[in-house]
Structures are given as structure tokens and as C-alpha cells.
């Protein structure tokens, strides 16, 4: 019922597997996966899976996503396919689905500035704005002017100041059946080659500190006030300890990389006996950044 459903409104399929649909690549089987076309098909989907009350999850890129090996028994709707974007007027509109790093290359070589910050930050704007994802002290509160959610069945606009951005926070957290639909940004007009060396620069420098040949979900915890994960976690001798097929990497404590067939037991395993560690040693709970699902 629930298969002939979502047929009829996108893309379908009974035989995806979290590991391929996440930057850390684990996670098990998804009973029923689904990808839009367009916004009216979403809304759609959303309204039928609420009144039926069968359990559902959003996803973007799944860059910021653990999965645990067992069966997801809902729904997972993938946005790729949102992804139309186009500029007027120094403001960009885009949908859910747009990646980021590809719209930041785009953006700068047309001379228009806003996302240098995120150009490495490998996820979709619906991801990215319900994380308040950012870098090098810039982050998507700067640059979000409004978003369309879908929200009770229907489509709304909010303005940035309705969405509580914190750091790695947005509204969205707290209305987890919200779903960001597309977004307004504020661009400015700046030398196309500027932009393009800043990121490039950013890029090489990510390069350089971060384990991004290797499968991860990027920074494991959150900094705390005024200090760094990555610092505790040295502190404690955990930078290159390894569980199972997972590691934390040499090149930076922070990221926590999937070696070789890693499962989300072994990630979280780590994960325990840091914030036990850290805890006992310094007092301080490090949070998690990346968030765990079905797990
Ligand atoms: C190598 C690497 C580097 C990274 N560097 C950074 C960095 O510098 N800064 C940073 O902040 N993060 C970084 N990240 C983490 C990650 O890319 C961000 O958190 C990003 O915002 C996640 O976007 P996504 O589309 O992949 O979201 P997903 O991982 O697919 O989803 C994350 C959460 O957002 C929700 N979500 C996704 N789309 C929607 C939507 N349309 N509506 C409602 N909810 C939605 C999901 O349900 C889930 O709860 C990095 C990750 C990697 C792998």
C-alpha cells in the first residue's frame, strides 16, 4: 500500500541502504525510499505518511548522519531532486535539494558572494540551513534571508529572525516533521576571481588539516565555550585509536572516519568512551555534532 503510494509521487525504491546514502557509509536497509520531483509531490508524500502516521525522515546529503545496521522501517525521502536555483535581483532562491559546494563554485564565478564560507561543507541547503552549518566565523544565519517550509500540511515562508540560528541550531531541531523546502539568500557583488581564490584557499587548507579521503560525517562534537574537541581529545590520547573498522583520524581528532566496513557500534563505541574520559578528566560533556538515526 504504502510502496504503490510513493510509486505514483517520485522516484522509488526497496533496496537502498543508508551506507550508500551517507558520507560516513553505514547503515542498513530502508524499507521504502522515495525522491520527489518537485515541492507539490513532497508535500503530498509528507501529508499521506502524517495522516497515516508511518514514521519518515528527510534527508540531504546525509553528511551530517550515523545509521545503525538494523531495518529502517519508515520512510526516507530524499530532496535531490529539488534542486533548481536561479538569481534576481542579488537574491538567490533555491530548493532543498541544491549542493552546496557545487552553488558556491557557480555563485563565485559569477562574481556573487555569500557561501565562500561553505564552498567545503559537502551538503544540500535544506541540510545545511537545518544545521546552521558553517566555517571560517560565517554560517548560514548571515546569509539566509527567508525559507518556505512545509509545515502542517501546507507551504510557509519564514523570515531568519523566526528561525532561532544558534550555533549548529535552527528551529527546525525542535520540529523535527518540518521540512525546509527552499530558501532566499542574500548575495553581493565582488570580484569573481576574489571569491574563487578565497575558496580555493579554504579548500587547500581543508585539504591539508581534514581526513577528506576517507568516509566521515565531518566534525564529530561540538566545540565547547571557548575551547576545542579536537584539543580534548588529544589531550586523553585518542587521536589514531581505532575500534573495529573505525577510526579517529591522524589528520584531525575530531573527525572520527569509517576505515574499513566501520558500523555505527563501533563509531559510537568511540564516541562513549571519549565523552567518559573527558568528562572524568575535565568535567566538561562533549556534545555531538553529528547526529545519530535508527541507531
Ligand atoms: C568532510 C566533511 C566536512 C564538513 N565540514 C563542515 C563544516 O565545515 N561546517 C559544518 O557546519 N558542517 C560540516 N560538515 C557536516 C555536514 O556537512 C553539515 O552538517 C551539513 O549541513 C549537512 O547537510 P546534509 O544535506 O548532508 O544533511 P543531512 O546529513 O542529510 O541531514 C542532517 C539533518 O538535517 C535534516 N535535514 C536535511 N535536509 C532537510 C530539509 N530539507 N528539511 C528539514 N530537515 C532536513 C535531516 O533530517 C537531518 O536531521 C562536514 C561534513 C563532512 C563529511
Known sequence: MIKEFLQLHGEYHDDKYFKELTTLKMGG????????????????????????RIPFKVIGNGSNLICGESEYNGVVISLKKLNDYHVEDDILYAEAGVMVPALAAALAKQGYSALEFAAGIPGCIGGLIYMNAGAYKGSMADVVTEVEVL????????????????YRHSIFHDHPRWVVVSAKLKLSKKDPKAIEDLMADRLRRRKETQPLDKP???????NPKDDFAWKLIDSIGYRGYRQGGVCVSEKHSNFIVNEENGTAED?????????????EKYGIRLVMEVEKFNC
Open 151 to 166: 509545515k502542517d500540511g501546507e507551504l510557509f515562508w519564514f523570515t531568519a529572525d523566526e528561525l532561532n540560528f544558534g
Open 216 to 222: 566521515s560525517a565531518g566534525s564529530c562534537f561540538r
Open 267 to 279: 563509531y559510537l563505541n568511540i564516541v562513549y568512551q571519549i565523552q567518559d574520559k573527558i568528562k
Open 29 to 52: 536497509h530502508i524499507a521504502h525510499f522515495v525522491m520527489p520531483d518537485d515541492k507539490q509531490e513532497l508535500k503530498v508524500i509528507v501529508n499521506y505518511l502524517k495522516t497515516n
